[in-house]
């Protein structure tokens, strides 16, 4: 069974600080998105990275995919009370079939 | 914006009964997805659905489930026999393509088996 594993699953920061979000997953995949989800709400689509060495950013959000390492990374850069949410990782196992990951918890602290 | 609306927002239902929740996709999107979240837990995959058939399934998606596209449209997940542990948020997303392009979630369904 793929596992796909989050850390930290909770994460206190303070606003302006830079922190990064590792996926780790278990099987072969060169497909990984990134959602966002506000408590209550639905997920928000942030990334979708297809391939082994991509980088991808907006605003303060910066995702990548190691392949080889079956690993990924959200690095958030100086980071504001808006980014507060749960980021989930989502590996696309076979073509059509998705895992996510246990979620982060993110808060900033003014 | 183009969305993935889903209704009820919130059905509760006695165990044992059948519940169907209703999803209406963005309507040039092709894949089609179901997926449920209990409560403070991680997502989970539940079925993806392609040219009026099952493309996937996990392990959760058992003979209590179904899913239809019973017209151009809507496109339903029904349990047939509900239990206690069927009770959580269950969104439907869509996508234009199964691969590359970033999947849309409805607001979800929550049910609440008594």
């Known amino acids: 069974e793929l596992k796909v594993e989050q850390n930290p699953l909770f994460l206190s920061m303070q606003e302006g600080k830079n922190y990064t979000i590792y996926c780790n997953y278990s099987t072969t995949s060169d497909r990984l998105y990134w959602y966002r989800q506000d408590p209550g709400k639905s997920l928000e689509s942030l990334f979708v990275?297809?391939?082994?060495?991509a980088v991808k950013q907006e605003g303060r959000l910066m995702a990548s995919l190691d392949t080889k390492a079956r690993l990924s990374t959200l690095h958030i850069t100086a980071a504001v009370h808006d980014l507060s949410a749960t980021y989930f990782c989502a590996v696309d196992y076979t073509g059509n079939q998705f895992y996510f990951g246990t979620g982060t918890s993110l808060t900033v602290i003014p | 914006e183009p969305e993935v609306t889903q209704t009820p927002s919130h059905q509760v239902t006695q165990m044992g009964q059948e519940v169907i929740l209703r999803c209406v996709p963005i309507?040039?999107?092709?894949?089609f997805y179901w997926y449920r979240q209990i409560l403070g837990q991680k997502v989970e995959f539940l079925v993806s659905f392609y040219n009026n058939e099952i493309s996937e399934k996990s392990e959760i998606f058992d003979d209590q489930f179904s899913v239809e596209r019973p017209d151009g449209s809507n496109f339903t997940l029904k349990i047939r026999s509900t239990k206690l542990e069927d009770s959580a948020m269950y969104f439907c997303a869509s996508s234009v393509d199964a691969v590359g392009q970033p999947q849309h979630f409805g607001d979800g369904t929550r049910l609440s088996i008594l």
């Open positions: 309507s040039n999107h092709l894949y």
């Open positions: 990275l297809l391939s082994n060495g």
